[in-house]
């Protein structure tokens, strides 16, 4: 029989952490009975044909639970008073906001088992715990490796992510309002996750009302589709954990023009395989803005480019296997 492990994470959203699991949650169910709980602001959902109600407060609990960001590590802690071992599953290396700070650390202190989504997220945890017992699962799959043979591209640059603060989309639309300065019939796509209006997206739509588009909360295939249609993915966050979005791009065939932050430092190289966004003062983001525009049209460099990030990332470990491998030994492990 196998056994049951709850993963709960924030509503599905573009976000990283919630297309990567229902990516892997297949593969996943072929090893354990795994049900996934989707966290909103205002309550609770679950995707599938058990009542969310059931699920909370029924006597035949789950194996293991399993919580991703910070709204789901709230239900961590009902399932700990409950006598379930909880896995906090941690996906960044700086916190977002003064709560998100309290609850990450009182969920450093009380669950069970800590993963980390990369390297560099598991130093950033080790030195807030010193705990030096830290899970490693990459999100990362060789299998979302395209065709590098790649045929020009029908669109220039996209962002895929989040509408938040932390992904810095003032210094985003200023570098592209520089590209477009520079060659004015570059073309910029924006695909955000939530409605929020975002002003400094508004004020570069109004500024060059043919060169950008902005789609909000597409489905996982066409996020996939629309960037295979890109040659530059763009990404200029103050911090990111693995930085799914970026791994994504890379694996449909763009080139990362991109902050270099997070596990970003263990998988790019600034010299062959990303344009690094450095400095984000106006005269050195000019200097990207050329970059960008001297190879815009060489597709072999873009293809070089693209093919050495590729290489790095197949040097990652797998997120099925190390996620098979880490629930296996604590659902067979005394502690359970």
């Known amino acids: 029989m196998k056994r049951i492990v709850y993963y709960i994470v924030p509503e599905m959203t573009i976000g990283g952490v919630e297309s990567g699991l229902s990516d892997n949650i297949g593969d996943l169910k072929e090893f354990f009975d795994i049900r996934v709980l989707y966290v909103k602001r205002r309550g609770v959902i ?7 109600w059931k699920m909370l407060f029924s006597k035949d609990k789950p194996d293991l639970v399993i919580t991703s960001l910070w709204w789901a590590h709230l239900l961590g802690f009902y399932f700990k008073s409950r006598g379930v071992k909880w896995v906090c599953f941690i996906h960044s290396t700086r916190y977002k906001t003064f709560p998100t700070k309290i609850i990450s650390k009182l969920s450093f202190k009380f669950s069970d088992f800590l993963w980390a989504d990369s390297i560099s997220t598991r130093d950033f945890i080790v030195k807030e715990t010193l705990r030096n017992d830290v899970g490693i699962i990459p999100f990362n799959r060789k299998s979302w490796k395209r065709d590098l043979e790649l045929q ?10 989040r509408n938040s603060t932390e992904k810095r989309l003032d210094i985003l639309t200023n570098l592209v309002r520089q590209i477009i300065e520079l060659k004015p019939d570059f073309s910029f796509t924006f695909i955000l996750s939530g409605q929020d209006v975002n002003k400094h997206v508004d004020n570069l739509v109004a500024s060059f009302p043919l060169n950008i588009s902005v789609k909000y909360n597409l489905p996982k295939n066409e996020v996939i589709r629309n960037l295979e249609k890109h040659s530059f993915f763009f990404l200029t966050s103050d911090f990111e954990g693995m930085s799914m979005a970026t791994i994504e791009a890379i694996r449909a065939g763009c080139v990362p023009v991109v902050r270099v932050v997070g596990e970003m430092n263990n998988y790019l190289d600034k ?25 815009r049209h060489n597709e072999s460099v873009k293809v070089e480019m693209n093919r050495a990030a590729n290489e790095a990332l197949d040097d ?6 190390n996620m098979v491998e880490q629930v296996s030994f604590i659902v067979n492990s005394q502690k359970l």
Request: glycine fraction near 8%; charged fraction near 30%.
């Open 271 to 295: 010299k062959i395989s990303c344009i690094s966004i450095d400095d984000i003062k106006d005269h050195r983001l000019k200097d990207v803005a050329r970059r960008v525009v001297s190879i």
């Open 46 to 52: 679950n995707v599938g044909q058990e009542s969310v």
């Open 316 to 321: 990652l470990g797998d997120y099925v296997e």
């Open 152 to 161: 020009p591209r029908l669109f220039d640059g996209i962002y895929v992510g």
